[in-house]
């Protein structure tokens, strides 16, 4: 499995010929430094919640319009997106496929927020390697305790460094792989993730320090 992250919560992965991009938002493209081709061929786009920096509906109706891609993701993006004339798969529990490889659709919480509204997360499981938290801690996502990677919120308002730290000990992950992350300027991010990488790195945990679009990992 190849795992390549493009800014912020944004992760294509590849794996059996199958190509999944992961949370295309905003933050991504604001500054074009991501583009909506830069993916190339795609199979499928899994969505964990509808926030713009986490599914950017312009984005996505290039994507789709591109790539002929299927959307997934849990009923409230996917009604979201139905006004943008999207159509997105329900995705919310338990296994589906993408030609040979299996996504496992999660019920994870969004963290707490500062809105009236707090979205429905929902957390992936790519190939029984990859667990893609969404912005969420929940501990449902426990039951994947030593799982290969974990792609892992490491800064956001609704978030505290021992919050996240706690969280990545409790899942004893092999790999941190860090997202929402893309609002940082280079300089601050190196720093939080020096952080991040002393505190995990003595439990066993690799850290994956991903910062420029498109950097990725064999596992």
């Known amino acids: 499995m190849r795992i390549a992250k493009y800014l912020h919560s944004c992760l294509l992965v590849e794996q059996d010929g ?3 991009l992961i949370d295309p938002g905003r933050f991504g493209f ?3 430094r991501v583009r909506p081709e830069d993916f190339g061929r795609l199979d499928a786009v899994a969505l964990t919640h509808h926030h713009p920096d986490h599914a950017d509906p312009e984005a996505l109706v290039e994507i789709v319009h591109r790539t002929g891609a299927r959307l997934l993701g849990n009923r409230e993006t996917a009604e979201a997106l139905r006004g943008h004339g999207l159509d997105v798969t329900v995705a919310e529990t338990g296994e589906h496929r993408i030609g040979p490889l299996r996504l496992d659709a999660v019920p994870a919480d969004h963290e707490p927020i500062l809105d009236d509204h707090t979205p429905r997360n929902t957390g992936y499981l790519v190939g029984g390697r990859l667990l893609h938290c969404g912005d969420s801690l929940h501990p449902g996502l426990l039951a994947y305790r030593g799982v290969a990677v974990a792609a892992v919120p490491v800064m956001a308002p609704f978030l505290t460094e021992r919050a996240v730290a706690g969280f990545v000990a409790q899942l ?7 997202v929402h992350d893309g609002y940082a300027r280079d300089f601050f991010l190196r720093q939080r993730y020096e952080t991040y990488r002393r505190y995990v790195e003595p439990l066993g945990i690799t850290f994956h320090a991903l910062a420029e679009p498109g950097a990725s990992i064999t596992i």
């Open 18 to 20: 199958v190509r999944l």
């Open 30 to 32: 604001v500054e074009g």
């Open 172 to 178: 004893q992950p092999g790999a941190v792989l860090p």
